[in-house]
């Protein structure tokens, strides 16, 4: 990657306005050549199978949320078919678990749409590099769905006791109620609770509630 080289972009945006903003403003980036247009998952795909003059595109710029396939589903099937595009998901949306599927179908960042043009061209330039850019809100999200999704599969992981720990945990107990409940010592709780923060990746006891609660152990 030098600085006379020229990229080519497909942008997929199920809303013309949006595609034809996006259009205008790469335009004026002299790196950035936009070769394709779609508005949808479906027809992007179309576009790419049928081909382009001067061969595929080197990014595409991509809703997540669009009328159809989605943008996470047509990632997938992009990189399945096109594996050297290097895919950009743009959204209004910050959810915890579509910031993890994106990464997970192959897309390089997840932007979204309220970042400055500049971070945008950011995001771009670090994807041609193979390397995702993302804003703090972003790098957040990824981990608390990383974190959420790993929660998901702690059940086999706790012993007998572990789980009678993170119950009391649960009903808001300190860690000497909890010893005189289970009749252990203050210090073979703190361990039973390092190790739910550990098995469960989590950082404090409000999380550890919080999954309880979510799993369905606590009766209400």
């Known amino acids: ?9 497909m942008i997929v945006d199920d809303h013309d306005m949006v595609r034809m903003g ?33 061969g595929l595109p080197d990014l ?5 949320i669009m009328t159809g396939i989605d943008g ?11 594996p050297s595009i290097r895919i950009v998901l743009l959204t209004s949306f910050l959810e915890d678990e579509k910031v993890v599927a994106a990464m997970e179908a192959g897309a390089i960042s997840y932007v979204l ?17 193979g390397m995702p850019v993302m804003t703090t809100d972003v790098s957040q999200a990824l981990t608390r769905g990383l974190r959420q999704r790993s929660a998901q599969g702690v059940d086999e992981g706790l012993t007998e006791r572990e ?9 808001g107990r300190a860690n000497k109620e909890i010893a005189e409940e289970l009749h ?37």
């Open 22 to 54: 996006l259009k205008t403003y790469l335009m004026l980036e002299p790196k950035f050549q936009v070769v394709a247009e779609a508005g949808s998952g479906e027809e992007a795909l179309r576009v790419l199978e049928k081909g382009l003059d001067g």
């Open 184 to 220: 252990i010592s203050i210090k073979t709780v703190k361990t039973h609770v390092s190790n739910l923060l550990m098995k469960c990746e989590m950082e404090d006891r409000t999380q550890l509630a919080v999954l309880a609660h979510r799993k369905g152990w606590v009766k209400s």
């Open 113 to 129: 749409k309220t970042v400055s043009s500049e971070e945008l061209v950011y995001s771009l330039t670090g994807a041609l590099r």
């Open 163 to 171: 789980k009678e720990v993170l119950l009391l945990i649960a009903e």
């Open 60 to 64: 595409m710029l991509m809703d997540l």
């Open 72 to 82: 996470v589903e047509t990632t997938r099937r992009v990189m399945e078919l096109f």
């Open 1 to 9: 990657m030098t600085g006379t080289d020229v990229y080519r972009v």
